[in-house]
């Protein structure tokens, strides 16, 4: 006799889901820094790599040499500025002071006037010069910074097409660098999922399921989840591709298997009511009783009297129970040995007495059994 438990059932499914769940969750884990660390991060490309392949550091350092030399001229620039607002001050004084000078000796007219007249004349002319000559330096050193500015973008443009060229080569690195890791990632995430499936099909009725079935959850989980944040640009199409693939083979897997199914179920038919009530399960039996179907065939055994009655007035449309199958023919209830009680012929107690219910009705047996019962000599 098998021991049954509903309560102990549930209990059992749900423990054995949370086996499954822990073990896929610590497997996940692992798997997760795996992935993590299959990247050597240290080895990525960078744009330094490929700036020594070209002229880059060349047109950069000629970039940089002609812009030491504007600052140069902007300082010299500035110092002469203030030498030139310098000049332009002492001239404005010198100036301000002539007029006032001059103005208290407009009535003399001696050789001594006219001298000193002379002399602050020629001091001015001379920083007048100056001032001049620092005008004509100042433009020196903007058309100095201008030709320097021309240079400059020459190199800047050198230096971008340059840089133009290390970065393909740094995209077409970084595109192989990314490649190989997720291959490598793939390899190691591919036989994983490959082992699920493998699991998948073969274990489902292993005594250690739950840990067959925690790791078909961390198999799935790594190939659709753990490896999305690592996909690059292209990843999808793989990943898709590879998808397609393995919903072809479940699909391929899935019919087989239902056809294959329906086709034991067919000969299982075939068999005598005798021989198929031996191959009922108490649990099958206990969800057939439960929603009044047959075991064997699956079908509802119950039958509206109404339509029974040929639509009789008189007749009430409710349902009702028979002993057999009409359509497989197996026999579904009957009567205890012991207290004649009438019971669900494929659980193995009266639910009246306790006793064992009679495995066998007399018809349940076959054609051969019956005639050799018949031919057998009376007592």
């Not at 086996?19 to 240290?42: H, K, T």
């Not at 009655?309 to 449309?317: D, E, H, L």
Request: glycine content about 4%; aromatic content about 10%.
């Amino acid at each position: 006799m098998e021991f049954n438990n509903k309560k102990l059932s549930r209990t059992t499914t749900v423990v054995h889901y949370v086996i499954s769940i822990l073990l896929a969750a610590f497997l996940i884990g692992l798997a997760n820094r795996i992935i993590w660390d299959i990247d050597e991060s240290d080895n990525r490309p960078t744009l330094e790599n490929f700036e020594s392949q070209t002229d880059v550091d060349t047109h950069r350092t000629l970039y940089r040499a002609v812009q030491d030399s504007i600052n140069e001229q902007y300082r010299s620039q500035e110092a002469l500025e203030i030498n030139l607002e310098l000049a332009k001050t002492t001239l404005s004084q010198e100036q301000r002071s002539f007029k006032s000078w001059i103005s208290t000796r407009t009535a003399t007219q001696s050789s001594t006037v006219d001298a000193e007249v002379r002399k602050r004349n020629l001091t001015m002319d001379s920083i007048q010069k100056v001032i001049q000559s620092y005008e004509t330096e100042k433009s020196v050193y903007a058309a100095a910074i201008l030709t320097l500015r021309d240079t400059q973008a020459v190199y800047s443009l050198q230096e971008q097409e340059a840089m133009e060229v290390v970065y393909n080569l740094h995209d077409d690195a970084v595109r192989s660098y990314e490649l190989s890791i997720f291959l490598k990632r793939l390899l190691f995430v591919l036989p994983i999922l490959l082992l699920g499936l493998w699991m998948l099909v073969k274990k489902r009725k292993h005594t250690y399921w739950p840990l067959y079935r925690g790791y078909v959850f961390f198999s799935f989980y790594s190939f659709f989840v753990g490896l999305v944040p690592y996909l690059p640009s292209y990843g999808g199409y793989v990943r898709f591709t590879i998808g397609i693939l393995l919903s072809i083979f479940l699909g391929v897997y899935a019919i087989r298997s239902l056809q294959a199914f329906i086709k034991r179920k067919k000969e299982d038919l075939q068999q005598s009511t005798q021989e198929r009530s031996k191959q009922i399960k108490e649990e099958v039996a206990e969800k057939a009783l439960e929603n009044h179907m047959c075991p064997s065939c699956g079908k509802d055994y119950l039958i509206n009297e109404f339509h029974q009655s040929g639509g009789k007035k008189g007749v009430a449309g409710s349902l009702k129970v028979t002993n057999y199958c009409r359509h497989c023919g197996l026999q579904l209830f009957k009567d205890c040995n012991s207290c004649e009680t009438t019971n669900y012929a494929h659980l193995p107690h009266c639910y009246s007495c306790g006793d064992h219910i009679m495995e066998i009705a007399k018809e349940d047996k076959t054609e051969e059994e019956i005639i050799k019962d018949d031919l057998s000599p009376q007592p």
